[in-house]
């Protein structure tokens, strides 16, 4: 049985009689008989006697209708979903990204989003990247965005967008650093504002130090990209970006260096698998590639 052919065997079912089915699926009677005809004649047994109250369901009928009637309610309320999508103006959307994320890229979503859909609320919380699960599995919000495919087994993770990762340098850093056979190797004797803790950046900046021979000690160690970044603009190092990061960047006090010796980073939404996003959040993601192509284009042309 197909679906319409389930739709007209509820009908009738529901209503004991042809016309009535046909009203109430909104066709024609002779439409209805030739449904249920269709459908005996392929399962090679009556599906319904006529008596004086009516169309009976037979047994075999009856046996179907039991095993049937779930996927009918579920019809049914597909239906009511598809109708609710088309006039579904409000609602609100709940979503944590990374620090870097949420200081450099969702501005540019909050404010084309408000101009789309000003009835949604939206709430935004900055997270680390360890605490991306938590607040996924307990509902706390409809998605997130970080870098790097979330490890977890219960959390989804849909690729957004790649990009490389950039060394950022103060300007007047820069201009004083002697000329090296690479861009990056000018900055070999220049200290290097780490990261602690479990951000995925971590390992990038220690890489890239590691391939400068910049000089070990104790240096500067940081918890987020944010205040690295803080302490790069006031010359006392360099740290490493993302695609994202480097896209807000004042050329006229920072350098950005693409690093092509470091592997490209990529930009996902996780959510939990057992909870997809609703529509509200699913519209909202929708807008994401188009803004990120945005960001990305214009740090193109500015280079």
């Known amino acids: ?53 009516g169309l009976t369901p037979t047994p075999e009928a009856q046996v ?55 009835q949604v609320g939206v709430e935004v919380r900055t997270i680390h990247q360890d605490q991306m699960t938590q607040a996924l599995l307990t509902r706390s919000v409809d998605f997130c965005l970080g870098f ?32 090296a056979v690479t861009p990056a190797a000018r900055l ?21 130090a590691q391939r400068l021979g910049t000089p070990a000690g104790p240096g500067l160690q940081v918890q987020t990209s944010r205040l690295a970044l803080d302490l790069v603009r006031r010359g006392m190092g360099w740290t490493v970006v993302d695609f994202l990061t480097a896209t807000q960047l004042d050329p006229q006090a920072m350098v950005a260096v693409e690093l092509h010796e470091l592997p490209p980073m990529s930009l996902y939404c996780y959510h939990a698998r057992a909870l997809p996003p609703g529509l509200q959040a699913t519209r909202m993601l929708a807008m994401l590639p188009g803004l990120l192509h945005q960001a990305l284009s214009s740090q193109n042309q500015r280079a």
Not at 31 to 42: D, I, M, P, R, Y
Not at 188 to 208: C, F, H, K, N, T
């Open 64 to 118: 179907l209708a039991a095993e049937s009637s779930g996927i009918h309610r579920q019809l049914d309320a597909l239906r009511r979903t598809a109708r609710n999508l088309g006039t579904s103006d409000t609602g609100d959307v709940r979503l944590a990204a990374i620090p870097s994320i949420t200081h450099e890229f969702l501005p540019l979503v909050l404010q084309e989003h408000a101009l789309r859909y000003p």
């Open 148 to 179: 790097y495919k979330h490890p977890h087994p219960q959390v989804r993770s849909d690729l957004l967008v790649s990009g490389r990762m950039y060394l950022a340098v103060a300007q007047s850093v820069w201009t004083r650093a002697p000329r």
């Open 1 to 53: 049985m197909n679906l319409r052919q389930l739709e007209v065997f509820q009908a009738v079912l529901q209503t004991g009689n042809m016309s009535a089915a046909a009203r109430l699926l909104c066709i024609t009677p002779s439409a209805v008989s030739k449904a249920v005809a269709h459908t005996e004649l392929q399962l090679g047994y009556r599906l319904f006697v006529r008596t004086p109250a």
């Open 188 to 208: 070999a004797q220049v200290p290097v504002i780490r990261l602690v803790g479990d951000d995925p950046m971590r390992q990038s900046i220690d890489e890239l």
